[in-house]
């Protein structure tokens, strides 16, 4: 079984500034994604960024970025020049892929960051 | 627009009583899943369908039925054996196949009275 692991429950960041929410994750599965999902106060899930296991190079998505580093298990999101409007739970998923190609895709989520931007 | 509906937005509970959450997907996709969301910790996955008339229970099934007669709804019955319902729950979707992450609809919180 897989396990995602968020060691942070809360932290804070200046507008503008740059901030780094960690993760770890523990699986014998070599191919394999890597998520992080936004949660806002409205509670809608919203995808931020996602990586796959066999790419060496980190994902970037604008102010959004990863440090993938597969054979520590770690896959760490950098949010740069952060906006009052990025704060939000932030969650870890992990998802192993099927073998066939085919099926679903099971998430394993951690227990989130809770990020606030302070003006 | 597509998206995932999910139906009531808030939903209240009576001892001893069923209660049934919609969820509805007009993406077309093949798999859909039931998330348990309760504070401090992450989404835990009740049940997923990959097609329809097919589920598998997740990690926390006890307590749960669903149904999947038709590839868009995905509804989900918290039954009395529930002792612990109260939470916020999550339905979401994606394609059976491929690299598509799924998407999420926007939760109905179950409170007990």
């Known amino acids: 079984a897989q396990t995602v692991t968020q060691s942070q429950p809360e932290m804070s960041v200046q507008e503008a500034e740059t901030v780094t929410l960690s993760c770890t994750y523990d699986?014998?599965?070599?191919?394999?994604?890597l998520f992080w999902y936004k949660q806002p106060p409205s509670r809608q899930m919203i995808l931020v960024i996602r990586?796959?296991?066999?790419?060496?190079q980190n994902a970037t998505e604008n102010r959004f970025s990863v440090n993938f580093q597969k054979a520590a298990k770690s896959f760490s999101l950098k949010i740069s020049d952060s906006q009052l409007g990025d704060t939000a739970m932030y969650f870890c998923a992990f998802m192993k892929l099927a073998v066939s190609g085919a099926g679903s895709y099971q998430l394993t989520f951690g227990k989130g960051t809770k990020l606030s931007v302070i003006p | 627009d597509g998206g995932i509906t999910q139906s009531p937005k808030y939903l209240f509970r009576k001892e001893g009583q069923n209660v049934t959450l919609s969820c509805e997907q007009n993406?077309?996709?093949?798999?859909m899943y039931w998330y348990r969301q309760d504070p401090g910790q992450g989404l835990r996955l009740i049940y997923y369908s990959q097609i329809v008339n097919d589920f598998q229970k997740g990690d926390i099934a006890e307590g749960y039925s669903v149904s999947r007669e038709k590839k868009e709804s995905f509804p989900l019955t918290v039954t009395s054996a529930q002792k612990n319902p109260t939470a916020f729950y999550l339905c979401a979707s994606s394609f059976a196949a491929g690299l598509e992450p799924q998407h999420f609809g926007d939760g109905t919180r179950l409170s007990i009275l």
């Open positions: 993406l077309n996709h093949d798999a």
């Open positions: 699986t014998s599965e070599n191919n394999y994604y």
């Open positions: 990586q796959e296991a066999y790419k060496q």
